[in-house]
T-cell receptor, first 115, second 111 residues
Framework: EAGVAQSPRYKIIEKRQSVAFWCNPI?????LYWYQQILGQGPKLLIQ????????DSQLPKDRFSAERLKGVDSTLKIQPAKLEDSAVYLC?????????????FGPGTRLTVT | AQSVTQLDSQVPVFEEAPVELRCNYS??????LFWYVQYPNQGLQLLLK??????LVKGINGFEAEFNKSQTSFHLRKPSVHISDTAEYFC?????????FGAGTRLTVKP
């Protein structure tokens, strides 16, 4: 089966610019996650969707970050405006369902550099 | 809420030597435990998971981990490592519907 797809793989922008990342999960997976992985740290959950509804966005900086999964399939994460500290790898993952027993499958990530 | 502490940020080891990567967790509810591996410029890949049952869990690539409830630990082991095992390893804990990752341990296997 096809894995989790993400694009672009790399992005360089200047601070105060905006950027968007796209994720297409594994077919049939109801739950989609966006993580931020800063260099030298583990992934930090930004937002979790169950179908097209938000389950958890408690760690999403809502003044500049937004995410949507309108049709319950692919998802877009946006940053506007970007700050230097947003430089990180943004990982998308999906799982069959939201229960903690289910394995999460990760995409290759988008490496964002803010200058 | 759950949390994970990976006790070693870096572990250098020679090829064919045994290795243990340490992980401790804290949680107020029953947990599920995972180890993921991340190769350079790639996403995370599941090595193994503990959901219930036998406390010794075997995963891919010859790795295994032991769940110790009294010590709240889930250490990862491999009896003989290869150069190709060089990567970042993440321990993760999940409750009912969320997952928290440790900061990672960089395993470097030297010839």
């Amino acid at each position: 089966e096809a894995g989790v797809a993400q694009s672009p793989r790399y992005k360089i922008i200047e601070k105060r610019q905006s950027v968007a990342f796209w994720c297409n999960p594994i077919s049939g997976h109801a739950t989609l996650y966006w993580y931020q992985q800063i260099l030298g740290q583990g992934p930090k959950l930004l937002i979790q969707f169950q179908n097209n509804g938000v389950v958890d966005d408690s760690q999403l900086p809502k003044d500049r970050f937004s995410a949507e999964r309108l049709k319950g399939v692919d998802s877009t994460l946006k940053i506007q405006p970007a700050k230097l500290e947003d430089s990180a790898v943004y990982l998308c993952a999906s799982s069959i369902n939201t229960l903690g027993t289910y394995e999460q499958y990760f995409g290759p990530g988008t490496r964002l550099t803010v200058t | 809420a759950q949390s994970v502490t990976q006790l070693d940020s870096q572990v250098p080891v020679f090829e064919e030597a045994p290795v243990e990567l340490r992980c401790n967790y804290s949680s107020s509810v029953s947990v599920y435990l995972f180890w993921y591996v991340q190769y350079p410029n790639q996403g995370l890949q599941l090595l193994l998971k503990y959901l219930s049952g036998s406390t010794l869990v075997k995963g891919i690539n010859g790795f295994e981990a032991e769940f110790n409830k009294s010590q709240t630990s889930f250490h990862l082991r491999k009896p003989s490592v290869h150069i190709s095992d060089t990567a970042e390893y993440f321990c993760a804990v999940s409750g009912n519907n969320d997952m928290r990752f440790g900061a990672g341990t960089r395993l470097t296997v030297k010839p």
